[in-house]
């Protein structure tokens, strides 16, 4: 650090605070001291030290609940918590609760400076990463989120505005496109960021089993139900529950799911005890769910309580203008996980890139990326370790097709090139298996094999 790493000293005895605060300081620290839990986190409110020493038994707040406020409040904060070697398990809970590590009384200097340094560097490692992907990805990152194009813009501004509130969130668009990730987003730049975000499948599941996995269940509920299980809407309390794939659930769920939003209550399967929760609920769906309600198959109050906001996230074949920075990130991410030096992609290799329709969108992309990684044997990515973007779905005419007719076409033309695997098709489509076998039965699609090896 530029700058000397800032210590607070918690403790209740002076003696051990004036001592740590004088050698401390001999070893270039700024320090400061507090004489309890109460204090201490007042001076870290207002100074923001790199590392906290505190005594784990002290009157008042001890050493754990200083941990887990700390941690809240200051999340950059490093805790070193000091303890008696009969209460180490004592300080492993505080290492639970977010501590960075302990020292036993009575320590030694030489540990409690070796603990110290490791703790500046690690921090100093985590800047500097932060710093080199800052300059990376510049103006085009948000939340994790690498997007240029102006329509994306505008999607993060409705971000930014909508975090501030609590008002639920139906966000939609073609799997593949980043739901979850602008879910994330809109919980991270909340006032519930230090609490819980849960994110549910509702298409993995089916009904019997969604709702003990959104509503818990008592013992002896049903065949197995062993013990009392917390759902996600308990494990999400205070915090965000992100339901992705919500068109997928049956009118069962739906009306226990609108209890849910309208009462903030609810009761485990198989109980009758009422549990209350606070949960702000984002919802996502590839699905028209207006349609859904047209056909009987979507309850419009819950359409309504769902999608008090929308969000619309646009394909990548309508937002191309991302393509090159959102390809350049996965090569930088690929690369470093792979152990490999890859400069850039070929030119060629990035005009094939630009051409492709890319129906799988951004997770497709991430896929192809990948692979290609995985495959290059220079320094530069080629067509050759990108197969099947210039063949794999050729671009789909949009002009007078609704956007099923084209996800239906697009599927269907994967199967072709696949020759039915469709273990294959749901790689290239950037889709799981289930969620491709769902959208076969939605568009009574068969597939006819000629490869065995799905």
Request: charge should be neutral; glycine fraction near 6%; hydrophobic fraction near 40%.
């Amino acid at each position: 650090m530029n700058r000397p790493a800032k210590i607070l000293v918690v403790d209740d005895e002076s003696s051990i605070r004036d001592s740590l605060r004088e050698w401390l300081r001999g070893l270039g620290y700024d320090v400061a001291v507090a004489e309890d839990g109460a204090k201490a986190l007042e001076l870290a409110a207002r100074d923001e030290p790199d590392v906290v020493i505190a005594d784990l038994v002290m009157p008042g707040m001890d050493g754990i609940e200083l941990t887990r406020r700390l941690k809240d409040s200051c999340p950059d904060t490093d805790v070193i918590v000091v303890t008696a070697f009969a209460s180490v398990s004592t300080a492993i809970e505080a290492i639970r609760q977010g501590a960075y590590d302990y020292v036993e009384k009575p320590f030694c200097p030489e540990r409690l400076e070796l603990v110290i340094k490791k703790v500046v560097e690690h921090q100093q490692v985590v800047k500097e990463n932060l710093s080199l992907r800052q300059k990376l990805d510049g103006q085009y990152r948000f939340e994790n989120i690498i997007a240029k194009s102006h329509r994306m813009q505008q999607v993060f501004e409705v971000v930014r505005v909508v975090a501030k509130s609590n008002a639920t969130v139906l966000i939609t668009g073609e799997s593949g496109t980043g739901k979850e990730l602008i879910a994330r987003a809109i919980h991270n730049l909340s006032l519930r960021r230090g609490k819980p975000f849960v994110a549910v499948s509702c298409a993995a599941l089916p009904e019997s089993l969604l709702e003990s996995e959104l509503f818990g269940h008592e013992r002896g509920a049903f065949t197995g139900a062993t013990a009392r299980k917390k759902g996600k809407f308990e494990s999400a309390h205070g915090g965000t529950l992100f339901l992705d794939e919500i068109g997928d659930i049956s009118p069962n769920v739906q009306v226990h799911l609108l209890r849910v939003i309208e009462e903030k209550e609810f009761s485990r399967v198989g109980g009758n005890e009422l549990v209350k929760v606070d949960v702000r609920l984002i919802s996502a769906t590839n699905k028209d769910l207006k349609k859904a309600m047209e056909e009987g198959r979507f309850r419009e109050d819950l359409f309504y309580r769902l999608n008090v906001v929308g969000i619309h996230l646009p394909p990548l074949r309508e937002r191309t203008e991302d393509i090159p920075a959102l390809s350049e990130h996965f090569l930088r991410k690929f690369a470093m996980e792979n152990h490999k030096d890859i400069k850039d992609f070929s030119p060629e290799a990035k005009e094939l890139i630009m051409k492709y329709n890319w129906p799988g969108n951004i997770r497709e992309l991430e896929n192809a990326v990948e692979r290609a990684v995985i495959l290059a044997r220079g320094e530069f990515i080629t067509p050759d370790e990108l197969p099947g973007l210039g063949a794999a779905v050729p671009p789909v005419s949009l002009a007078g097709k609704n956007l099923r007719e084209v996800e239906k076409e697009c599927i269907a033309s994967t199967l072709r090139q696949t020759g039915g695997n469709v273990s294959e098709a749901a790689r290239i489509l950037g889709i799981t298996r289930m969620t491709l076998y769902n959208k076969l039965r939605e568009y009574g699609l068969s597939v006819n094999k000629t490869d065995k090896r799905d």
